[in-house]
């Protein structure tokens, strides 16, 4: 079964510091692959996607993502962490139409 | 961008009662809309697939009689939380799909506490 596992329940940072976010897949051939983010109490807003291409893909907000096919992996990082950025991010997997699996989820806190 | 409105945001109810969650696209018609559950300090579980004019699509283990979803034109869905009780308290997300996926949007969600 497809699954996405975020290994940190969360992680603080101090503001301008740089930024990774885990995120490990479980699926049989590549998948689509999605990081959101989800400030309290509200819905989810995405930050960016891979489908196929270039590996490394950019978002919004200054993040981006890598995809290694060989490490079933799709990690988020952002070069300076700004207090706005902390929430919760979300990988999540489209193994086919329609259908995203999320990840549980990770709490970014940012130190000032 | 397109904008995804859930209605109402907040909701506290009665155990025994009825609630009623509505999902509205905005600037766009959705096709599909999902409805999502979400457990404090848990992932987001998809609970059914909303076609518009068809039956919803419940995923395992998601009683369709408890969550009624209504489809009924290409702008809006809507979740009905029949006889809720204690156990439904949650925070039920909606989104709304018009073909790619980067034009999958989210509501704002709406917590519900069940007394």
């Known amino acids: 079964a497809q699954s996405v596992t975020q290994p940190d329940i969360h992680i603080t940072v101090s503001e301008g510091a740089s930024l990774e976010l885990r995120c490990n897949y479980s699926?049989?051939?590549?998948?689509?692959l999605f990081w959101y983010v989800q400030s309290p109490g509200q819905g989810l807003q995405l930050l960016l996607k891979?489908?196929?291409?270039?590996?490394l893909v950019q978002g919004i907000k200054g993040f981006e993502a890598e995809f290694k096919r060989s490490q079933s992996s799709f990690n988020l990082r952002k070069p300076s962490v700004h207090w706005s950025d902390a929430a919760e991010y979300f990988c999540a997997v489209a193994p086919g139409p329609y259908k995203l699996i999320f990840g549980s989820g990770t709490r970014l806190l940012v130190r000032p | 961008g397109a904008v995804v409105s859930q209605h109402p945001s907040r909701v506290i109810c009665k155990s025994g009662t009825s609630v009623k969650i509505e999902c509205r696209s905005l600037d766009f018609q959705a096709t599909t809309m999902f409805w999502y559950r979400q457990f404090p300090k848990k992932s987001l579980m998809l609970m059914a697939t909303s076609n518009e004019g068809s039956k919803a699509t419940y995923e395992q283990g998601v009683e369709k009689d408890k969550f009624l979803i209504n489809h009924a034109s290409l702008t809006l869905s809507t979740l009905t939380v029949t006889s809720a009780h204690p156990e439904d308290s949650s925070f039920y997300i909606c989104?709304?799909?018009?073909?790619?996926?980067?034009?999958?949007?989210f509501g704002s969600g709406t917590q519900l506490s069940v007394l």
């Open positions: 699926y049989g051939a590549t998948p689509y």
């Open positions: 989104s709304a799909q018009q073909e790619e996926y980067e034009k999958l949007f």
């Open positions: 891979y489908f196929s291409g270039d590996t």
